[in-house]
């Protein structure tokens, strides 16, 4: 795939070029807001919002990593998403146990390649991870997500954050912090690595 | 537990975005400081943990349609000219009804004060019956002359001075009397007026068929185009 190409055609009003791009980050979008989000309905809204946007000002693009261009363009609609949240809170209709309370991890999302035992393991971890990355305030979040999860180097995370490089460096700083506080609480969930680094220190 | 400078440097030395330098200067100081040493390998494990987060691949595609971005069929060019003969042609539709029906206007406004002029003239006279002492006392003046205008010629030279002024007033009412059929005649030269158009009609209905015609073939050509773009 000649992205530059594909660029170039899609500044030019060619949709079938800018629809080979989305095929090609659709994942990587769609991960970091699930990520920024923690859900998957207002993730999905937000991805398709992304690319609508980015499809849009595609001409504001002046080179440079287009994935950081278009992380650029999530972040703000998950910004946006979030805002929207907040003006109108909804509860989620997610399924409840037995005694009426809410599953912390909805099986609805099951793989079929794993065991249930490591699904339900799988799942508890990345429920918890998910918590500890919800707790952090949103700035910080974006960052890690697009450090950590995503990968990104420091000067795409910046300029996909619209941050100088020493707030990336402090924010991420104080991210990973915050989440080593938070995953203590679930440390039997908490692969052996980092149990042991724990019993070490205790 | 360590300072935030601390943290902030094992948070760029784990992303190798330290110098070399300052890598070193941190590398003896993690040796010798067993609690930073944990620290690093604690953010280190919690970011082995955010990156083995398994990586949800989109639930669906999120290719974009014409229709999402609002992308419009690209048209000819004679889509834009019969665009705007329709409007032309609308814009001097609506001047030639306002031209037609603005010697109505006029003549609507000009034929008002004669009209009210009339009926004050039929209020005075018919008032006099009916109000008081000043009304009584004008009423005698005009109508006395035209009861005795009829003898007038005959008894001219006997007539002296109280005559005279009778003389001097019988011209006026007599023009009044003769004055008094044109606002019969003001309605006939009315219609008259409105009978005979600024722009006549034919050219009209010239302008309807040509924006009629135009905003069809606009529309056809549209519709064309959309069909070919989808």
């Known amino acids: 795939m000649d992205e530059s190409a594909l660029i170039h055609a899609a500044q030019n009003g060619d949709l079938d070029s800018f629809n080979t791009l989305i095929l090609h980050y659709q994942d990587a979008v769609f991960h970091t807001a699930l990520r920024i989000l923690g859900d998957e309905d207002p993730a999905e809204d937000a991805a398709q919002e992304a690319f609508i946007s980015a499809f849009r000002s595609l ?16 972040t703000n609609a998950c910004y946006d998403e979030l805002r929207r949240q907040k003006r109108r809170p909804t509860t989620p209709l997610e399924p409840e146990t037995q005694d009426g309370d809410e599953m912390d991890s909805p099986r609805w999302l099951a793989d079929p390649n794993m065991t249930p035992a490591e699904r339900s393991e ?32 420091y000067s795409e995370v910046a300029s996909a954050a619209r941050v100088p490089l020493g707030t990336i460096k402090s924010r991420l700083a104080r991210a990973r912090l915050r989440l080593r506080e938070c995953l203590r609480g679930f440390e039997e969930l908490l692969p052996s690595s980092f149990r042991l680094e724990e019993e070490r220190n205790s | 537990m360590k300072n935030f400078r601390d943290i902030e440097q094992i948070s760029s030395y784990l992303d190798g975005q330290l110098s070399l330098s300052e890598s070193a200067q941190l590398e003896s100081r993690l040796t010798s400081d067993p609690e930073l040493g944990s620290v690093l390998k604690e953010m280190r494990a919690a970011r082995g943990l955010l990156r083995k987060m398994p990586a949800r691949r989109a639930p669906r595609n999120f290719t974009l349609t014409r229709k999402m971005v609002g992308l419009k069929p690209p048209l000819p060019q004679s889509y834009s000219f019969f665009r705007l003969s329709t409007a032309i042609a609308s814009v001097l539709l609506v001047l030639t009804f306002a ?56 008894q001219a030279e006997p007539g002296a001075s109280a005559d005279s002024t009778r003389i001097g007033e019988a011209p006026t009412a007599e023009a009044q009397l003769q004055k008094e059929p044109e606002p019969e005649s003001a309605p006939q030269d009315q219609s008259r007026v409105g009978a005979e158009a600024l722009i006549p009609l034919t050219w009209q209905i010239i302008l309807l068929v040509i924006g009629l015609g135009s905003a069809g073939i606009a529309f056809a050509i549209h519709q064309n185009a959309r069909k070919k773009w989808s």
């Open chain 2, 99 to 154: 031209a037609n029906s603005l010697p109505r206007i006029g003549m609507g406004g000009a034929a008002a004060p004669v009209q009210s002029f009339a009926t004050c003239n039929a209020c005075g006279g018919g008032g006099s019956d009916t109000t008081g002492a000043p009304a009584a006392t004008e009423a005698p003046a005009i109508q006395a002359p035209s009861m005795e205008l009829v003898p007038a010629p005959t």
């Open chain 1, 122 to 153: 799988a799942d508890e971890l990345e429920h918890a991870v998910q918590h500890c990355l919800d707790a952090l305030p949103t700035d910080f979040r974006t960052v890690v997500v697009l450090a950590d999860i995503q990968g990104m180097d």
């Open chain 1, 59 to 74: 001409s504001t693009f002046r080179g440079g990593s287009f994935k950081a261009w278009l992380m650029r363009t999530v």
